[in-house]
């Protein structure tokens, strides 16, 4: 680990100790939004499909380039699992809020503190929590 790197893992894990998180949990945190990250990366390239209209449907892996065929074969919703362990570990957490972006490339989480109980329209908290996640602590180093 270089200089640099070290210095941003630190400011990264001072950032989570004062929203509230410890060590272990910040770890587990940004195991998550590595998770999260790689799997937006795979479907913005096409490997990852879904059924479904909306796109919430059972993942597989696609791969058209295999001697002009079009292969889709089942895989394990790793996306699901990342968010089910992330809903777990923000269930101890009440006044922060998270925020899951995924565009691939930035941190695929955000952490905002809201425990000093700022009002979030009730109209539209996702558009609020969009528009001001760059407020919180980029899960990522």
């Known amino acids: 680990m270089t200089r640099k790197q070290f210095e941003r893992a630190r400011q990264f ?65 790793r996306e699901r699992g990342a968010l089910k362990r992330l809903h777990a570990i923000m269930a101890h957490h009440p006044g922060v809020i998270y925020y899951h972006q995924g565009d691939p490339r930035g941190c695929a989480l955000y952490l905002i503190d809201n425990r000093d109980g700022r009002t979030i329209p009730t109209e539209d908290p996702d558009a609020w929590i969009a528009s001001n996640y760059n407020r919180g602590v980029a899960v990522c180093y």
């Open 13 to 77: 894990y001072t950032s989570m100790e004062r929203i509230g998180f410890d060590a272990d949990e910040a770890d587990r945190l940004r195991r998550i939004a590595l998770t999260l990250h790689a799997w937006a990366e795979r479907e913005c390239n096409g490997e990852i499909e879904r059924d479904g209209d909306d796109g919430n449907g059972k993942p597989y892996h696609s791969d058209a380039a295999w001697g002009g065929k079009h292969l889709a074969y089942p895989i394990p919703d």
